[in-house]
């Protein structure tokens, strides 16, 4: 009996080492480039604002800080701004317009940060070029207004701000979770080339993601559903090096407080994905309203080498300090 438990300890000794050698980040190999990390600019270089408490609900135009600069979100402008600063990758967000276009803007309606009232949606994207989008906001409770009068025109289109920058990486945010946004979507970007297809992620709730992998299947993209079809089955067998099918040719936004259960975090984790295609980008936090690491102090919350993407809502803070890493 003793001999059988010997055996038995014998065996789980092996399975432990097995289990610590082959998701150990210490050794996995990156060519210097590749060990970088690589930055995502939210909504480009953009106004930032107090998030505690804040729901879906509220109008965070009027509660942002103190400007330390003049560009506002999901504008031509704060995306030029942003990859002058170093980003890699500018996120930006869109909305379906009445004339079967899609509007580079964040909020469902046009309320909080307009002179406009109403749902996005029911107006043409002509109409929504009239609109003031800097209107709302303000950072003193509405005793000033400071960008009032200097959004007039601002509101892109999708198109204009991929022609504006033909050769730059994006991620592509669908606010909505409606199917019928993820084939208009697809009808727009499968007029793009296969390259440039290749510098664009989308995501975005779970319906219009999945229309639109189905009608373009070459198209890397992320949803709640992509995520969970990734990482539950991974959770489970990644210990074994195994990295299942679904998480080929997608994005993974990944908070910091789940990383750590992942196997291999990070190094090789990131590895493994990278392998089949797909990139890893840490949100700060929990990952509930896109909070990013916007702070130097922040970035000292990153895993050692690490060599993923970073979600930033102040690209023009943390990019020197990145810099320097790279």
């Known amino acids: 009996m003793r001999g059988k438990w010997k055996k038995i300890l014998i065996i789980c000794m092996i399975m432990f080492a097995f289990m610590y050698i082959n998701n150990s980040s210490l050794f996995t190999k990156k060519d ?38 003049m560009y506002l979100e999901n504008t031509i402008p704060s995306i030029k701004a942003a990859f002058k600063e170093g980003a890699d990758v500018v996120e930006f967000d869109v909305q379906m ?9 964040h909020d469902w309606t046009l309320d909080c ?13 002509e109409e929504l070029k009239q609109l003031d989008i800097g209107y709302g906001y303000t950072a003193d409770e509405g005793k000033t207004y400071p960008f009032r009068g200097k959004g007039v025109g601002l509101m892109p289109s999708l198109n204009e701000v991929l022609s504006a920058f033909p050769d730059e990486d994006f991620l592509i945010h669908i606010k909505s979770d409606d199917p019928d946004e993820g084939e208009l979507l697809a009808e727009h ?6 390259d440039r297809l290749s510098q664009l992620t989308v995501y975005g709730g779970d319906q219009p993601i999945k229309t639109l992998k189905q009608n373009l299947p070459e198209m890397r993209v992320m949803s709640k559903e992509t995520m969970k079809s990734c990482l539950l089955p991974y959770m489970a067998v990644g210990w074994t090096g195994y990295v299942p099918s679904t998480c ?5 936004h990944m908070p910091e407080s789940y990383g750590p259960w992942m196997w291999g975090w990070s190094e ?10 797909t990139r890893v980008l840490m949100v700060a936090g929990d990952g509930g309203w896109s909070e990013g690491f916007d702070t130097v102090e922040d970035l000292e919350r990153l895993p050692a080498h690490y060599s993923g993407g970073i979600w930033t809502n102040r690209i023009d803070v943390i990019e020197d300090k990145v810099k320097k890493s790279r």
């Not at 080929?248 to 993974?252: A, C, D, K, P």
């Open 248 to 252: 080929e040719h997608t994005q993974i």
């Open 32 to 69: 210097e480039d590749d060990a970088k990390p690589w930055l995502m600019a939210h909504r480009g270089l953009a106004q930032t604002f107090d998030m505690e408490g804040i729901t879906g609900e509220t109008c965070t135009a009027e509660r942002i800080h103190e400007p330390v600069h």
């Open 113 to 125: 940060r307009t002179n406009g009232e109403g749902v996005t949606r029911e107006y043409s994207m």
């Open 268 to 277: 090789k984790f990131i590895t493994r994905l990278e392998d089949k295609g």
């Open 189 to 194: 970007l499968g007029k793009l080339s296969k």
């Open 97 to 105: 317009t009445k004339d079967k276009d899609f509007a580079v803007f």
